[in-house]
Nanobody, 124 residues
Framework: QVQLVDSGGGLVQAGGSLRLSCVAS????????VGWFRQTPGKEREFVFS????????FVASSVKGRFTLSRDNAKNTAYLQMNSLKPEDTAVYYC?????????????????WGQGTQVTVSS
């Protein structure tokens, strides 16, 4: 098993940047693919970005492509979501997630472990 703690959210103006962190404890982080999802009230959890165990295979949602980047440092058991050029529509609670699977990494039900979420608010 792995436990995830995500952090780094906050209030930022449109056009600004934030970096979210996801720190894992427990089993070796390199054993897991990692994903970031986001959710707003009344809506389903939405895929944002994912990376395979080594980080060599990544998937990104079209809504954030070119603005967000996922990276992972397995030595530090940490994954990051760098968010640039933020827009008000990026406002959501962001969750990191982990799975031992290497397939269907854009689907939330693939993931077995979740962080508690961190709020990102982008003002116009």
């Amino acid at each position: 098993q792995v436990q995830l703690v995500d952090s780094g959210g906050g209030l930022v103006q449109a056009g600004g940047s934030l970096r979210l962190s996801c720190v894992a404890s427990g089993r070796a982080f390199s054993s897991y693919s990692v994903g970031w999802f986001r959710q707003t009230p009344g809506k389903e959890r939405e895929f944002v970005f994912s990376a395979s165990r080594s980080g060599g295979l990544t998937f990104v949602a079209s809504s954030v492509k070119g603005r967000f980047t996922l990276s992972r440092d397995n030595a530090k058991n940490t994954a990051y979501l760098q968010m640039n050029s933020l827009k008000p529509e990026d406002t959501a609670v962001y969750y990191c997630a982990a799975t031992p699977s290497t397939a269907r990494l854009t689907v939330s039900s693939t993931y077995d472990f979740w962080g508690q979420g961190t709020q990102v608010t982008v003002s116009s």
